[in-house]
């Protein structure tokens, strides 16, 4: 039995029923691979025209003429048919068949077998299509697992991006969804990575296949539209892709994809995630990018099939926003993407936007006209994003402000590297003193407490500096913590310090005093001073803060 729910040539004669018959090949015998869909048994001349394709003939050859011309017609009808296979069954009209049958089922590529045993053709029949049925029953379960995975995947909180992998890794093949219209919403690789190029360049070479041909889709693909519940035509909402690059589409690849879009047709409609779809696979590519899946050579072509189309040398500025509130991966996105997007399109620049929801990040490119406009744009993005945020909903009392870091402008290598390292600055800034955004290059010795995080020196280190001070504010009043983090971050300037405490300088003196006793320390000391910095940045990170 094949993947296609038949059985082959070979297979049937395999069966009891042909078996018996003592069957012998004696044409097309590299052809028995040929996939049987149904049997037939006839005995008329014309018996070609009654066939579809894919059958296996049975026949005793009453119907295939006397002469040679004859039953060189016959056969070559049949394989114009494309029928699997012609068995005939040798008695009183052949004793063996005639030279010219089987010179033209050679010719022809036509499958021929001469049984020399009469058979019951009713049994023959009766066992091929039991094979058969079982065979499609086979796909039907095969591809109902994919349906069960895939609905699991959501009920466990999965999105649709991991309903695709799901599909794609079925496939070994990659997936897409589009709108109705052909723009992408998500692409997903299938085989666990074993497709030579990366889904978005197979995309871009797929529209171009589309723009040349006039007459649809290329043949080694399979489109199953995705039902939005609406009349007529529109009721498309979006469409799956399945483009057979390293393994043959089979037909139960078909089988599983309207099973997957029945389950994608409800979330969508429930949840409306086309929009969300897109920002997160803008945010894959981003992210790919960044952590360097996506070479830099390659990324330009990737990005316009996202839409993101700057001119050849523009600079490049990698931004990753880090949201505050508890959106969670299952939160509107959606809203959040486009708010953002709304408020962004006032900026002027190209703009290439994505969430990462796992991550509760947004991380965008843009590109500058120049590199001296970085400080401009900057604050501008930085106040579109907090608007987004804001309008999207999520600027909840007690949630605290989004992270907004802004990287270095330059090329798509840097481009590159200055994700990555936006995206992780943007979690080490966490607890930082609020700012419309940070420059992620002042960050570093943040960057670098944050990745000691875990490292238990470093708690070691804060207890040795500060714990005198921490254990004194839990149980004294005031609190002298405060003090000395203005303190420090005013240089040691003790007219500010009490300016912004709102203390008056003999108070605040005393406070210095009693925290210079506390620690043992002098904090007119350098050595003093930097050490008491770090451990204040870096008390954000350790457990015991």
């Not at 894919?54 to 049949?78: C, D, I, K, S, Y």
């Not at 589009?178 to 797929?206: C, F, K, M, R, S």
């Not at 451990?535 to 990170?541: E, G, K, V």
């Amino acid at each position: 039995m094949d993947n296609q729910g038949g059985i082959t040539v070979q297979r049937a004669l395999e069966l009891p029923g042909l078996r018996s018959g003592l069957p012998e090949v004696v044409a097309g015998a590299d052809r028995l691979g040929r996939t049987v869909r149904w049997v037939h048994a006839g005995e008329v001349p014309n018996i070609a025209s009654l066939l579809k394709g894919g059958e296996l003939l049975l026949t005793t050859g009453l119907g295939l003429g006397t002469r040679p011309a004859e039953q060189r017609a016959f056969v070559r009808r049949l394989a114009d048919r494309g029928i699997a296979a012609l068995v005939v069954e040798l008695g009183p009209r052949f004793q063996r068949l005639p030279a010219t049958l089987v010179e033209t089922a050679r010719a022809a590529g036509l499958p021929l077998v001469q049984l020399h045993r009469e058979v019951p053709f009713v049994t023959v029949t009766e066992e091929v299509h039991t094979e058969i049925v079982n065979g499609h029953y086979a796909l039907l379960q095969r591809a109902e697992e994919v349906h069960r995975r895939c609905t699991e995947a959501l009920l466990g909180g999965g999105g649709i991006p991991q309903v695709l992998r799901i599909l794609a890794d079925f496939t070994a093949n990659p997936v897409f969804l589009e709108t109705p219209d052909g723009q992408l919403l998500y692409a997903a690789a299938g085989g666990a990575g074993e497709v030579g190029a990366d889904p978005l360049q197979i995309w871009e070479g797929l529209r171009g296949q589309r723009e040349a041909r006039a007459e649809g889709p290329p043949a080694n693909a399979v489109l199953v539209d995705v039902p939005g519940g609406g009349p007529g035509g529109g009721s498309v909402r979006a469409r799956l892709v399945l483009l057979g690059v390293a393994q043959p589409l089979l037909p139960v690849h078909r089988i599983a994809a309207e099973r997957t879009a029945s389950v994608l047709a409800v979330v969508l409609m429930q949840a409306r995630q086309e929009e969300e779809l897109a920002a997160r696979g803008r945010g894959d590519f981003l992210t790919d990018l960044a952590e360097g899946r996506i070479a830099a050579e390659d990324a330009p072509a990737q990005a316009r099939v996202l839409g993101f189309r700057p001119a050849e040398g523009q600079p490049l500025l990698p931004v990753v926003m880090r949201l505050a509130s508890d959106l969670g991966p299952s939160g509107n996105w959606a809203v959040l993407a486009r708010a953002v997007l709304e408020e962004l399109a006032s900026v002027g620049v190209p703009v290439l936007l994505g969430v990462r929801p796992v991550e509760g990040r947004v991380p965008l490119l843009l590109a500058l006209r120049s590199e001296s406009e970085r400080a401009a744009v900057a604050d501008r993005v930085s106040a579109a994003l907090r608007a987004g945020v804001e309008r999207a909903g999520l600027d909840r009392a007690g949630a605290g402000q989004p992270v907004v870091v802004v990287g270095v402008a330059g090329g798509w290598a840097a481009a590159s590297a200055g994700l990555r390292h936006a995206a992780e600055t943007a979690t080490a800034a966490h607890g930082l003193p609020t700012r419309p955004w940070y420059d992620a290059r002042r960050l570093d010795i943040d960057l670098l407490l944050w990745r000691l995080r875990e490292h238990p020196d470093l708690a070691a280190f804060v207890e040795r500096a500060i714990g005198p001070l921490r254990t004194h504010d839990t149980s004294s009043r005031p609190a002298l913590l405060p003090t000395l983090e203005t303190y420090l971050a005013h240089a040691g300037r003790k007219a500010e310090t009490a300016r912004e405490l709102h203390l008056n300088r003999q108070t605040l003196y005393n406070r210095l005093a009693r925290i210079s006793e506390l620690l043992g320390t002098d904090l007119d000391d350098p050595e003093t001073v930097l050490s008491l910095s770090l451990a204040l940045r870096a008390r954000r990170h350790t457990a015991s803060s």
